[in-house]
């Protein structure tokens, strides 16, 4: 009977099966009865999660990670360690790191920790996802209190593990028909009056009409055990735990091409974006469904999409890749040290064929994603690098944090922020560290005048006049200076081009001004190569007294220059102070080299206005808000949208436009910027405007661009607001919540078709 109910577990791939596994179960059960997974009635309220599906499902990983590192690290008597990844480079003998293993003991490692996506009732669209590891195992006692408890623990003083919370592997069963646990103990591990058994246990979503809620139950025996069999039974199942999900619900993940956003294959490399351990990932399905080629079907080792980026040669992966950066040491107030480092493709179609779909932002701890910001997510934080959000991606490492931070800031199933403070904090740093990045900048530049050679030129004055007099009334206010930061007053310097091996000059601003409790830029240049600080130079600031509490964010030389960002403490009393910047390393002639530059820091009670060309300029009287036609390649390739508001880059604006040439200094301009492919507006243009004169075609193109140009002006000025007071942490207020992009689009494209109603011969238009 145990032989048969082991091999009915490892076999199941359909819900038939799985009852069918029941079946013997309860009939191998003495008083079979039903045991409430994590021994909780309401267990549904825990399992539950607004989690996506594949996010979840890499929790399963995780755990193979904790029960292989589990075993391996039971010969060393010292286990001190402070992470998972430091545990792993001890027990698989990797000095260096796991980075450091070649293909084949990558490959090596992983054969212990395998993911299987198999055959199932709807094999393509619904996949049975199997975990194998060959980790410490669990015997029938220890199941309920480990695999199958919710909060439960045995890793809370544990930080080489990670698991904390007890809840992260339960959670993936509610996108499961069902789940089946087999696990065996490692023999060597038994207490004495432990016996070498296998057991089963098969977690169901059930409905009975005596509970308010559905809940997840499993089978034990007259004295609350799992169904276990002695090992002998069934000899081919080596010690270590097996898990399969049966019929998951995880989007299209079965069923998109591994090479794609939104396939297994993807969402593993990018949540995992850094695993403590390698693993291996196979589509062992039968028949269309498997989508892989007949050459690629056995297992593969799967690393990590961060540990690909950063292995590949040049420090770029390919032609596809524009910009890499070193990583960037950002102290966030109140929070604790994180590194942040990004790449740049070529056009959102080169991130697409690397990254999971909606992962562009990623918060990692022990290399897994526990935070990500979507597209639309970079734009509303960072709005002035629209173009750029489109083909970065950007990790957050957050391993410097403690523990209980880390706690404070992301939620129990690793998928999103909590209301905290501390997440707050750490978001807007973030979003601030990006807004102020030259490198950046100048990107958005280059992509926005790439952008607006096909745009439309020939905007009037009086147009500006009359659309900023419109856009007055409905969005007071809004102007240049409304976005951005206090960093965006310092302008960066240009990009060195003869850089050497090792520095000749090392020099910044004389002097920077900034307010008690205020951000400046230190924008430093160094003529070395790229990364030169700091994979081999060191930079120090050493504040003077009076400053010691500032807090600073330390970049990576990029093109001869590197950004310091300084955050002075808001007790800080105004006044003149200075930073010594020491830039070290050990020199070819292996002697210690130091450079050195000295900032003056003004702090004063309020910053004077800049003077004329370093910042605002007095604008011309047509207003401060630019208007450009774009097309659908502005939109994503789309005639649905009718038009939105970007922050240019002024010198891209001036450069494409005389109309614009007070605003070549500053860094983000507020533009509106209509679809003309917008279906609604072409097909009215076509079919009426076009058969008026120039200037009654010219006189409807106005009026409805003012109009919905207003309409967008608004529209984004109230969803600044609002993000502005979310940001700030206001109490007391009930604020709703943000606009999606998609709510954005409607409400503009609502307004579009208004505009084009109350345009004169609209009846003709639609007869």
């Excluded at 904390?164 to 038994?190: N, W």
């Excluded at 992962?359 to 734009?379: E, P, S």
């Excluded at 000025?717 to 979310?726: G, M, S, V």
Aim: proline fraction near 5%; charge should be negative.
């Amino acid at each position: 009977m145990g032989d048969q109910i082991i091999e009915r577990a490892l076999a199941a791939r359909t819900v038939a099966d799985v009852t069918r596994l029941e079946d013997a179960l309860a009939a191998a059960l003495p008083g079979a009865k039903e045991r409430d997974l994590g021994d909780n009635p309401v267990n549904w309220s825990s399992v539950s999660s607004a989690g996506e599906p594949a996010a979840l499902l890499m929790e399963r990983v995780t755990n193979m990670f904790d029960a292989y590192l589990l075993r391996a690290a039971d010969g060393y008597a010292d286990r001190d360690w402070r992470s998972p990844a430091e545990a792993a480079a001890v027990v698989i003998d990797a000095p260096d790191g796991v980075d450091a293993l070649n293909d084949e003991q990558r490959a090596a490692v992983a054969d212990n920790l395998r993911v299987i996506v198999m055959d199932s009732d709807d094999s393509a669209r619904r996949p049975t996802i199997a975990f194998r590891d060959k980790g410490i195992g669990l015997t029938g006692e220890e199941m309920p209190n480990t695999i199958l408890s919710l909060h439960g623990s045995n890793k809370l003083d544990t930080p080489w593990l990670h698991g904390v919370f007890g809840k992260g592997g339960s959670s993936t069963s509610q996108y499961s028909d069902a789940t089946i646990v087999v696990s065996r103990k490692q023999p060597d591990l038994l207490d004495a009056h432990e016996q070498d058994r296998i057991a089963v246990a098969v977690v169901r979503l059930v409905d009975t009409p005596n509970r308010r809620l559905e809940y997840f139950r499993y089978l034990v025996d007259e004295n609350n055990n799992v169904f276990t069999a002695p090992a002998s039974d069934y000899p081919d199942f080596e010690p270590g735990t097996y898990v399969s999900h049966i019929n998951f619900h995880g989007d299209k993940i079965g069923t998109q091409n591994w090479e794609y956003e939104e396939s297994i294959y993807a969402y593993g490399e990018t949540i995992l974006f850094a695993p403590t351990l390698p693993y291996a990932l196979q589509d062992a399905r039968t028949g269309e469904a498997n989508v892989r080629p007949e050459n690629r079907r056995g297992p593969s080792t799967v690393a990590g999409l961060g540990r690909r980026l950063a292995r590949a040669a040049g420090r770029k992966a390919d032609d596809k890749t524009l910009e890499v950066t070193d990583w960037t040491t950002i102290q966030v107030p109140g929070v604790g040290t994180v590194r942040l480092r990004w790449w740049l493709f070529d056009g959102v179609d080169a991130r697409r064929r690397r990254a999971a779909k909606g992962y562009v932002v990623l918060f990692t701890t022990n290399g897994q994603v526990h935070h990500n910001w979507d597209q639309a997510k970079l734009i509303q934080l960072v709005p002035d690098k629209q173009r750029v959000a489109k083909s970065i991606l950007v990790q957050v490492d957050c391993d410097d944090l403690d523990l209980k931070t880390r706690a404070r800031i992301f939620d129990t199933f690793r998928t999103q922020t909590r209301h905290s403070k501390e997440a707050r904090e750490l978001e807007r740093v973030i979003a601030d560290e990006l807004r102020n990045d030259p490198d950046l900048r100048d990107m958005e530049e280059r992509l926005v005048s790439q952008a607006l050679r096909s745009a439309g030129k020939g905007v009037s004055a009086a147009f500006l006049k009359k659309l900023n007099k419109a856009i007055s009334i409905k969005a007071a206010g809004i102007r240049v200076t409304d976005r951005g930061s206090e960093d965006d007053r310092t302008t960066a310097p240009a990009r060195i081009e003869t850089l050497y091996d090792e520095p000749t000059y090392f020099e910044g601003p004389e002097t920077v001004t900034t307010i008690p409790g205020g951000r400046a830029s230190v924008f430093l240049r160094v003529n070395a190569h790229n990364a030169f600080v700091p994979t081999r130079g060191q930079i120090t600031p050493q504040p003077s007294a009076g400053l010691e509490e500032a807090t600073y964010t330390l970049g990576d030389l990029r093109h001869g220059r590197l950004r310091v960002g300084m955050l002075i403490d808001p007790e800080t009393t105004p006044g003149t102070y200075s930073v010594d910047f020491d830039l070290a390393w050990f020199s070819d002639d292996g002697t210690v080299k130091v450079l050195n530059w000295i900032t003056k820091v003004e702090v004063v009670t309020e910053m004077p206005e800049k003077p004329r060309g370093q910042g605002t300029p007095k604008l011309q009287p047509e207003g401060s808000v630019a208007f450009i036609w774009g097309g659908r390649n502005d939109f994503d390739g789309s005639d649905k949208v009718a038009g939105k508001l970007e922050l240019m880059p002024g010198g891209a604006l001036a450069q494409h436009d005389s109309t614009y040439s007070a605003y070549k200094s500053i860094p983000a301009v507020p533009t509106v910027v209509l679809n003309q492919d917008f279906k609604d507006w072409a097909a009215y243009h076509t079919r009426v405007v076009k058969a008026k004169s120039d200037e009654a075609a010219e006189a409807r193109k106005d009026r409805y661009a003012i109009a919905v140009g207003s309409a967008v002006a608004d529209i984004w000025a109230n969803e600044e607001d609002l993000e502005k007071a979310r940001r700030d942490g206001s109490e007391g207020s009930d604020l709703p919540e943000p606009m999606s992009a998609e709510q954005r689009n409607r409400a503009v494209n609502h307004a579009a078709r208004t505009a084009l109603v109350l345009l004169p011969d609209f009846d003709t238009a639609s007869s």
